[in-house]
């Protein structure tokens, strides 16, 4: 396939990063030269923990029990009164993910996404945010998964664990490797290699700094070139994080993570629909609208420091301040129907429009907790509060357009249109949106009291947030709660109920100038969670009752003139109430180990009209298994395959989007030190399945046959 020229710039940055790299690796070995690593196993120093820190050996491979995600301190989720999901690393690493996307497809029931080219999802039918070691930020990119240690899915709201009062439906948190707890070094590097021009490696490494393992190291460093599947499409990926943990005396540690991450690419990855009929186009295979030289750019830094104090087992208090920052800027050649089609549906031309965008976005934040556990007669208590200020959330944003030629399908080759100059012929170029814009800053404080009675089988809970009038957009302040209850008759079940509210200030006006009204939610919850024979069953089940009142959603309206305007509109309530369901298991069967992992999900969103939204997913089921041999001549061989069902959703908007099922299979061989992983996704080579989309001229379709071969080493 023919591909664009590549910016200089970001040719030139894998070297800057691998001599970054390489100086940090000379830095630390010369360091860490000082440290006599007589450490074994059986003797390790284990260190200090607190109630902030999340910490376990898991019994199987694929079952993780503790969360910060909860409550806001680190718990048992059989302790708390909200459906999580948590994807640990050893999951990810076995569906041989590249992405969010890549995950999902086989866990998280209720998550879906609505793009392909940035973390962009929904979860029970409410579009969402994700957040970056529980502080919320604007995803603009797909996060890339080398120096994530598990995802974590927390439905419902969240206001009491991340100050997001926004957040209805849940949040995805990608929680970051962390340093080993102990003076072991240990670190991995993994190769990649695939199917149209994929390669690429990362590498980490985690170690202690100094002789006794009171400083102690985590770095990161990985690279990916992507040719897509289509003409013109490409993606490349760069990322360099590490984190330092140090522990200044048995009462005090200090966390530091900095670390970043840059995309350059053209995302084809879409196609068009026919405003009248919504009906998928049609298109060749290899077949895209991307010009040669479209391009999208993005750059994303963060950088966090973390101060915790735990004198006692019983108190701890931490202060935290993080920075975001992220920069996107692209040129593309967007298909635009509503300039002009001729022929539909057949779409022989189909009109287009030049995107020049840029944005740049910081946001700062402020946090403080404390967790204090006490006896109260026979009850036993554990209060959490805190305040967090948002010090600034700015976005600059420079948006132009011009109006190209068109795409003629049956010549697509004469077709590519010529990428005017803004300088040289300004007047082509229409000016959308420019300036800067500073988000209501403010604080909010929170307090949660969690009441363990009767030899804890019973846990009552209940808290509040309270959001400052200077954070609101009426100037009014508001308080966010949420209860909940869990019983646990033993060690491994629990059934628990949730209540819980939203709250998001809006401020301007949609795309018909009528103003934002803030919006409010609701959500009830009752399920049960089990954790069985030591780890090898376990699972959560439950019903879900919410709505949203109003919603913001993005429509499509096409004018007197044939031009489709399209953009957020503010709507009326939303609903959503049904069933889901996520179930582990681990079994040692003849010479070998078969874990499986189970996606139900059964749900019926509504609109205020009664209708079906658009793009809200109302079923998805989904199956992973993995056979390993344990022993014998073919001991480490390792088979598996998923299967991955969207039930029909058609959906009241853009597009009608009828139902698939994707399957992948597993081949590998795990040594003592190294693995070797096969990966084949889609492989009936599915090409018109509907993931998502944004408008009738961007529509996202699930990747065709993919294959990925992994080698790692471990030490």
Same mark, same amino acid.
Do not use: C
């Given at each position: 396939?023919?591909?664009?020229?590549?910016?200089?710039?970001?040719?030139?940055?894998?070297?800057?990063?691998?001599?970054?790299?390489?100086?940090?690796?000379?830095?630390?070995?010369?360091?860490?030269?000082?440290?006599?690593?007589?450490?074994?196993?059986?003797?390790?120093?284990?260190?200090?923990?607190?109630?902030?820190?999340?910490?376990?050996?898991?019994?199987?491979?694929?079952?993780?029990?503790?969360?910060?995600?909860?409550?806001?301190?680190?718990?048992?989720?059989?302790?708390?009164?909200?459906?999580?999901?948590?994807?640990?690393?050893?999951?990810?690493?076995?569906?041989?993910?590249?992405?969010?996307?890549?995950?999902?497809?086989?866990?998280?029931?209720?998550?879906?996404?609505?793009?392909?080219?940035?973390?962009?999802?929904?979860?029970?039918?409410?579009?969402?945010?994700?957040?970056?070691?529980?502080?919320?930020?604007?995803?603009?990119?797909?996060?890339?998964?080398?120096? /994530?240690?598990? /995802?974590?899915?927390?439905?419902?709201?969240?206001?009491?664990?991340?100050?997001?009062?926004?957040?209805?439906?849940?949040?995805?948190?990608?929680?970051?490797?962390?340093?080993?707890?102990?003076?072991?070094?240990?670190?991995?590097?993994?190769?990649?290699?695939?199917?149209?021009?994929?390669?690429?490696?990362?590498?980490?490494?985690?170690?202690?700094?100094?002789?006794?393992?009171?400083?102690?190291?985590?770095?990161?460093?990985?690279?990916?070139?992507?040719?897509?599947?289509?003409?013109?499409?490409?993606?490349?990926?760069?990322?360099?994080?590490?984190?330092?943990?140090?522990?200044?005396?048995?009462?005090?540690?200090?966390?530091?993570?900095?670390?970043?991450?840059?995309?350059?690419?053209?995302?084809?990855?879409?196609?068009?629909?026919?405003?009248?009929?919504?009906?998928?186009?049609?298109?060749?295979?290899?077949?895209?609208?991307?010009?040669?030289?479209?391009?999208?750019?993005?750059?994303?830094?963060?950088?966090?420091?973390?101060?915790?104090?735990?004198?006692?087992?019983?108190?701890?208090?931490?202060?935290?301040?993080?920075?975001?920052?992220?920069?996107?800027?692209?040129? /593309?050649?967007?298909?635009?129907?509503?300039?002009?089609?001729?022929?539909?549906?057949?779409?022989?031309?189909?009109?287009?429009?030049?995107?020049?965008?840029?944005?740049?976005?910081?946001?700062?934040?402020?946090?403080?907790?404390?967790?204090?556990?006490?006896?109260?007669?026979?009850?036993?208590?554990?209060?959490?509060?805190?305040?967090?200020?948002?010090?600034?959330?700015?976005?600059?944003?420079?948006?132009?357009?011009?109006?190209?030629?068109?795409?003629?399908?049956?010549?697509?080759?004469?077709?590519?249109?010529?990428?005017?100059?803004?300088?040289?012929?300004?007047?082509?170029?229409?000016?959308?949106?420019?300036?800067?814009?500073?988000?209501?800053?403010?604080?909010?404080?929170?307090?949660?009291?969690?009441?363990?009675?009767?030899?804890?089988?019973?846990?009552?809970?209940?808290?509040?947030?309270?959001?400052?009038?200077?954070?609101?957009?009426?100037?009014?302040?508001?308080?966010?709660?949420?209860?909940?209850?869990?019983?646990?008759?033993?060690?491994?079940?629990?059934?628990?109920?949730?209540?819980?509210?939203?709250?998001?200030?809006?401020?301007?006006?949609?795309?018909?100038?009528?103003?934002?009204?803030? /919006?409010?939610?609701?959500?009830?919850?009752?399920?049960?969670?089990?954790?069985?024979?030591?780890?090898?069953?376990?699972?959560?089940?439950?019903?879900?009752?919410?709505?949203?009142?109003?919603?913001?959603?993005?429509?499509?309206?096409?004018?007197?003139?044939?031009?489709?305007?399209?953009?957020?509109?503010?709507?009326?309530?939303?609903?959503?109430?049904?069933?889901?369901?996520?179930?582990?298991?681990?079994?040692?069967?003849?010479?070998?180990?078969?874990?499986?992992?189970?996606?139900?999900?059964?749900?019926?969103?509504?609109?205020?009209?009664?209708?079906?939204?658009?793009?809200?997913?109302?079923?998805?089921?989904?199956?992973?298994?993995?056979?390993?041999?344990?022993?014998?001549?073919?001991?480490?061989?390792?088979?598996?395959?998923?299967?991955?069902?969207?039930?029909?959703?058609?959906?009241?908007?853009?597009?009608?989007?009828?139902?698939?099922?994707?399957?992948?299979?597993?081949?590998?061989?795990?040594?003592?030190?190294?693995?070797?992983?096969?990966?084949?996704?889609?492989?009936?080579?599915?090409?018109?399945?509907?993931?998502?989309?944004?408008?009738?001229?961007?529509?996202?379709?699930?990747?065709?046959?993919?294959?990925?071969?992994?080698?790692?080493?471990?030490?």
């Amino acid at each position: 396939m023919k591909k664009p020229t590549r910016l200089s710039a970001t040719t030139n940055y894998p070297v800057r990063m691998i001599v970054s790299f390489v100086l940090i690796g000379l830095f630390l070995t010369e360091l860490r030269a000082q440290v006599t690593e007589k450490a074994k196993s059986e003797n390790e120093q284990i260190l200090k923990l607190d109630a902030f820190t999340v910490t376990e050996k898991q019994k199987t491979g694929w079952n993780s029990q503790q969360t910060f995600s909860g409550s806001r301190v680190a718990q048992n989720i059989m302790n708390i009164p909200v459906s999580i999901s948590i994807i640990n690393e050893n999951y990810i690493k076995a569906l041989g993910a590249n992405s969010l996307f890549d995950v999902i497809n086989y866990s998280a029931a209720s998550v879906n996404s609505r793009v392909t080219y940035r973390d962009d999802f929904t979860i029970r039918g409410f579009r969402e945010a994700p957040a970056l070691d529980g502080v919320p930020f604007t995803s603009l990119d797909k996060t890339p998964l080398w120096d /994530i240690d598990r /995802i974590e899915v927390v439905k419902g709201p969240t206001a009491l664990v991340y100050g997001n009062a926004a957040v209805l439906g849940g949040t995805i948190n990608y929680v970051t490797k962390r340093p080993n707890q102990t003076t072991l070094r240990s670190g991995d590097l993994s190769v990649l290699t695939g199917i149209n021009g994929r390669y690429g490696f990362n590498i980490t490494e985690r170690a202690p700094l100094t002789q006794d393992g009171k400083i102690r190291y985590r770095l990161t460093a990985g690279v990916s070139e992507y040719d897509g599947f289509r003409d013109y499409e490409f993606e490349n990926y760069r990322l360099l994080s590490g984190s330092v943990d140090w522990t200044v005396n048995e009462d005090i540690v200090i966390q530091v993570d900095v670390g970043g991450h840059r995309s350059h690419r053209a995302d084809a990855n879409r196609s068009l629909v026919d405003p009248k009929t919504q009906r998928l186009a049609v298109f060749p295979d290899g077949f895209t609208t991307t010009a040669d030289w479209g391009y999208q750019d993005f750059e994303f830094f963060r950088g966090k420091v973390e101060a915790i104090y735990a004198p006692n087992r019983n108190f701890t208090a931490r202060i935290l301040y993080s920075s975001l920052e992220g920069t996107y800027d692209y040129e /593309i050649a967007q298909p635009f129907p509503g300039l002009r089609v001729a022929e539909a549906p057949n779409y022989v031309t189909v009109g287009q429009r030049l995107l020049d965008y840029h944005q740049k976005e910081e946001k700062r934040d402020l946090q403080g907790d404390i967790s204090w556990e006490f006896n109260l007669g026979p009850s036993k208590h554990q209060l959490t509060a805190g305040a967090a200020e948002l010090v600034n959330d700015n976005r600059a944003l420079d948006f132009w357009t011009a109006t190209l030629g068109d795409i003629i399908i049956k010549d697509p080759v004469s077709s590519r249109p010529q990428k005017p100059s803004r300088s040289s012929n300004s007047s082509t170029f229409t000016l959308l949106a420019k300036g800067n814009k500073t988000y209501n800053t403010g604080w909010s404080g929170y307090i949660n009291d969690a009441v363990t009675l009767f030899d804890d089988r019973l846990i009552l809970s209940a808290g509040t947030r309270f959001i400052t009038a200077g954070a609101t957009n009426d100037g009014k302040s508001r308080n966010v709660s949420r209860y909940g209850i869990v019983y646990k008759p033993n060690q491994n079940f629990s059934a628990f109920g949730a209540y819980g509210k939203s709250f998001q200030p809006l401020s301007g006006f949609d795309i018909l100038g009528k103003p934002y009204v803030d /919006i409010t939610g609701e959500n009830k919850e009752v399920g049960v969670k089990v954790n069985l024979f030591g780890g090898r069953l376990y699972g959560t089940i439950s019903y879900f009752d919410t709505f949203k009142d109003p919603v913001v959603t993005q429509k499509e309206m096409v004018t007197s003139t044939g031009v489709i305007v399209y953009g957020n509109v503010q709507t009326a309530k939303e609903t959503n109430k049904g069933f889901e369901a996520e179930v582990g298991t681990s079994l040692e069967i003849g010479d070998g180990q078969l874990m499986g992992f189970l996606v139900f999900y059964d749900a019926d969103p509504r609109d205020a009209k009664g209708l079906r939204p658009a793009r809200a997913t109302s079923k998805r089921d989904s199956i992973f298994t993995r056979y390993e041999l344990k022993k014998g001549s073919l001991q480490g061989f390792t088979i598996g395959a998923g299967v991955s069902n969207y039930g029909d959703s058609v959906g009241t908007g853009i597009p009608i989007q009828p139902g698939y099922t994707l399957y992948n299979g597993v081949l590998g061989y795990n040594a003592k030190n190294w693995s070797l992983m096969l990966n084949m996704d889609n492989l009936s080579n599915v090409k018109d399945a509907i993931m998502g989309s944004e408008a009738s001229f961007s529509v996202n379709l699930a990747p065709p046959l993919d294959t990925r071969l992994t080698y790692t080493y471990r030490w």
